[in-house]
């Protein structure tokens, strides 16, 4: 199946012969669907705070020591697909076509000066006319304007406001401050970028931080890191056979964001906030997003603080009426229960292999349509019951029970998480070694026009983190205001008062 020069390819790369077999291998099985036992409620497992509680949660949050915080910042990739609607609407005007005034590139051509990206310099005035529509469209996504087509999210131009406009990196940094800053005044970020992209990124940053610190007392301590070469997967064709570019090399493709457990676990830091790089909001929703992620980080040190108190238990004192405790905390509180056939004997060092993971906390969202993972009680392979954020590829709609369990959920995983990465000791978890190898998918893609299968690995925020400690907490949905596509940029959550 691979050459000499494939092997040498596939080592150049980082990765191993057996690695790119094994993926060929999952190509041709698949992956196992995941036994859904319920979906995750209010009624059991989504947590749903009080207004006091939260206030606690917050209260606890700045007093509950902690061995280093940061935000870590997924922002890898181009924005082309936040574009997808304009380069259409280009590429019909081209051809002498007109586009009709429902178009998403009519709208955005007809208000454009809504748009933190505009300037009279390079937009002129609006004008409802093809030829009008046809130079904006170019002017935003081509180099001979913004070239907004080809940069990543992360340094497009967001949020006005009466004496700057910001990029959405700018965005986080504001937000990073307000909820991220060290005792010492220092605010930590890590972002995951592409390498081709880092002089945008620098020079984003390099524009704002200055005036940011000077205007918010804070010192920023910024890490930009790459998705391993070394996680990307192969592509095969429709007969699961590698995929081969036109000079007969072979097609790898970056594996998703479940490569990222790999920069996450380089992270030294105990406590660490994700957000994705296009959910942020103008300045004016940052009290209500700080309030409720300070609650998030609240709830985690509150977590675990009890589960470091029930391994040191196990340690000093164990006995059967800890046991008995322990599994009641894990299922009311993380909807872990236990197999019913588990032995006397075997029963300590499955608690305690319970207990002893990383913790996450999962912001949740009402469903009102918007797109996002969702909240699940899953059996594992181990027949215990955990929390789970599954993306719908990864649930079998032809199960009645997996339909039903679908139908059911109330809420969606907005990508708005905390975790903890050190054990009760001290010591860092390896992460990688709490990945789900099994909760990864297959998608459907194209490379020069021609069909091809690519290899997802287990997402961040799903089977990446499937054997975490993880609590559900309902957050509102003003606190979730991502930009998948340009227009997302005239919602109310993206613009000031005025």
């Keep these: 199946m691979f050459s000499e020069k494939d092997i040498v390819q596939i080592k150049q790369r980082g990765a191993s012969l057996s690695q790119v077999e094994e993926q060929i291998g999952r190509f041709k099985s698949g992956f196992p669907w995941l036994k859904i036992v319920a979906p995750a409620t209010p009624a059991k497992g989504i947590k749903v705070l009080s207004e006091d509680e939260a206030k606690a949660s917050v209260e606890y949050y700045r007093s509950a020591p902690v061995h280093g915080k940061c935000k870590f910042v997924p922002a890898s990739g181009a924005a082309s697909r936040m574009f997808k609607d304009m380069f259409s609407g280009l590429e019909t005007l081209e051809s002498g076509q007109d586009l009709p005034a429902d178009a998403p590139g009519s ?39 913004l070239g907004y087509g080809s940069k990543p999210k992360g340094v497009l131009k967001f949020h006005r406001y009466p004496s700057e406009v910001r990029t959405a990196i700018a965005e986080h940094l504001v937000e990073a401050q307000e909820y991220m800053r060290a005792p010492d005044g220092t605010c930590s970020l890590v972002v995951t970028i592409s390498p081709e992209h880092r002089q945008l990124f620098e020079d984003a940053v390099a524009e704002v ?10 010192r920023y301590d910024i890490t930009f890191t790459y998705q391993d070469k070394a996680t990307d997967t192969i592509a095969v064709d429709g007969d699961n056979e590698p995929f081969r570019a036109s000079d007969g090399s072979l097609l790898f493709r970056p594996a998703g ?30 009290g209500v997003t700080s309030f409720h992620k300070q609650v998030l980080m609240g709830e985690a040190l509150r977590l675990r603080d009890k589960i470091f108190a029930f ?70 392979k181990d027949g215990c019951s955990s929390l789970q954020i599954l993306e719908s590829v990864q649930i079998n709609k032809a199960d009645p029970a997996a339909a039903a369990a679908m139908s059911g959920a109330t809420h969606f ?38 069909a091809l299968k690519a290899l997802e690995l287990p997402g961040l925020w799903n089977g990446a983190m499937s054997d975490w400690n993880t609590l559900f907490v309902e957050v509102p949905l003003e606190t979730f205001n991502p930009v998948k596509v340009v227009l997302d940029l005239l919602r109310p959550a993206h613009k000031g008062n005025n």
């Design 107 to 145: 709208r955005l051509a007809a208000r454009i000066k809504e748009f933190a990206f505009y300037s009279g310099e390079v937009f002129g005035e609006p004008e409802d006319t093809p030829a009008y529509r046809e130079a904006t469209l170019r002017k935003l996504l081509k180099e001979e304007g």
């Design 257 to 286: 964001h479940g490569a990222l457990i790999h920069n996450l676990d380089k992270v030294e830091s105990e406590l660490v906030s994700i957000k994705n790089i296009d959910n942020v909001s103008h300045e004016r929703f940052l």
């Design 311 to 380: 391994l040191r238990r196990l340690d000093e004192a164990p006995s059967e009426s800890l046991f008995e405790e322990i599994k009641s905390f894990l299922d009311n509180e993380l909807c872990v229960s236990l197999p019913g056939d588990i032995g006397e004997e075997a029963l300590p060092a499955l608690l305690r292999a319970k207990l002893d993971r990383p913790i996450r906390v999962c912001g949740m969202v009402r469903n009102e349509g918007e797109p996002g993972g969702g909240p699940y009680i899953v059996e594992g």
């Design 209 to 218: 931080v200055p005036e940011f610190e000077k205007r918010y007392g804070v």
């Design 413 to 450: 995983n907005p990508v708005d998480l905390v975790c903890l990465t050190r054990g009760y000791k001290g010591e860092k978890f390896d992460l990688p070694s709490h990945v789900d190898p099994d909760a990864g998918f297959m998608s459907s893609k194209s490379y020069q026009g021609r």
